[in-house]
């Protein structure tokens, strides 16, 4: 099973940048999908994430400017981010979980991709 994220850049503030997480080695369709950011010295923390039934959960700091979606057809998921400020700066990492709720916890996730950089310029 492999989780993999690509998207991540260097974008200004005020920019967009879309990060994709296709997933292979097994169907995810009926997976919780999620989004979880860490910035350096900081915990890994959660952004956002995605039920089977597309019930969709945000972190208060994102609410607004980052929608997440998914293709299951694809096996992918996204993350539109928006008026991304110099504080979203961080490794961006996609995670799933086998379980039914999203959840903010890392310990509840089963998989995990290796991460994509994204730098917002102030």
């Known amino acids: 099973v492999q989780l993999q994220a690509s998207g991540g850049g260097l974008v200004q503030a005020g920019g967009s940048l879309r990060l994709s997480c296709a997933a292979s080695?097994?169907?995810?369709?009926?997976?919780?999908m999620a989004w979880f950011r860490q910035a350096p010295e900081k915990e890994r923390e959660f952004v956002t994430g995605?039920?089977?039934?597309?019930?969709?959960y945000y972190a208060e700091s994102v609410k607004g400017r980052f929608t997440i979606s998914r293709d299951n057809a694809k096996n992918t998921v996204f993350l539109q981010m928006r008026r991304l400020q110099s504080e979203d700066t961080a490794v961006y990492y996609c995670?799933?979980?086998?379980?039914?709720?999203?959840?903010?916890?890392?310990?509840?996730?089963?998989?995990w991709g290796q991460g994509t950089q994204v730098t917002v310029s102030s």
């Open positions: 995670a799933a979980s086998l379980g039914n709720s999203v959840s903010a916890n890392v310990a509840v996730y089963d998989y």
């Open positions: 995605i039920n089977w039934k597309e019930d969709t």
């Open positions: 080695g097994r169907d995810f369709r009926w997976s919780v």
